[in-house]
């Protein structure tokens, strides 16, 4: 039986990290933290200011999709203004955090935004890798082009957009991504709560650790042995310990 850490309360948790969040923005202050065991959460506010620049940043973010994206990618993805996708068989999407006991840590409410939070926590649900042309239809992604214009298209996109007046395009996102019920901020400090807790308590690191027994040649078991996952035959998720 593998024993859990207890999970901190709600209240404790967002304080810890707010915590790292200041000290970290201190000078000097990340070099005296990576020596604390309050490293380990040195990536979340490192994470959500990559995404908070992106998402406040005057130029346009363009995602060109020629391969498998999930996890952490496809969180990032969702975060730039515009996705390209290759329409090929290779190109897949999967968000397989719901199949070894984890949240979302910066994307969820953004995919909630562009497909609706109903087909959001599907998609998780299922933890199945989704087509291309699903993608494209459930509004993941903009536009599909032929792999050997994925580059190309992307970069006239970006050139074209380059000509939009880069104050406009920073208060328009604005528009988009702050004027919500809650900040960017909030959100994601939200969001990436959730996901240190899960981490630090639960079936989650055993799960994990399943996880990344699997891996074959260093390619995700998620591409090359899905379907147990999916079925959930590997790891129990539901009680306090994970089987072998």
Known sequence: MCGVGRPL???????????VDVVGAVPG???????????????????????????????????????????????????????LAADDESVGFI???????????????RLAQLIGPARALEMMLEGRMYSPQEAHQMGLVNRLVPPDELIDEAKELGARYA?????TIAAQKKVFNENLVLSPAESLQRES????????????????????NTQRNGESVFLTDLAPWI??????LNTEEVHP
């Open 9 to 19: 309360s709600d209240q404790a948790l967002p304080n810890l990290l707010r915590a």
């Open 163 to 167: 000509r939009r007046n880069r104050d």
């Open 95 to 109: 968000l397989p955090e719901l199949l070894i006991g984890l949240t979302t840590t910066v994307g969820g409410q």
């Open 193 to 212: 709560t959730a996901n240190v807790a899960t981490i630090l308590s639960g079936p989650a690191p055993q799960a994990l650790q399943k996880w990344l």
């Open 29 to 83: 202050g990340e070099r005296a933290l990576e020596r604390t065991p309050l490293s380990q959460f040195l990536s979340v506010p490192r994470f959500n200011q990559v995404v908070l620049r992106v998402m406040r940043s005057p130029a346009v973010y363009i995602a060109a999709i020629g391969g498998p994206c999930g996890g952490g990618g496809l969180e990032m993805s969702v975060c730039f203004d515009v996705r």
């Open 231 to 236: 079925q959930g035959e590997l790891v129990q």
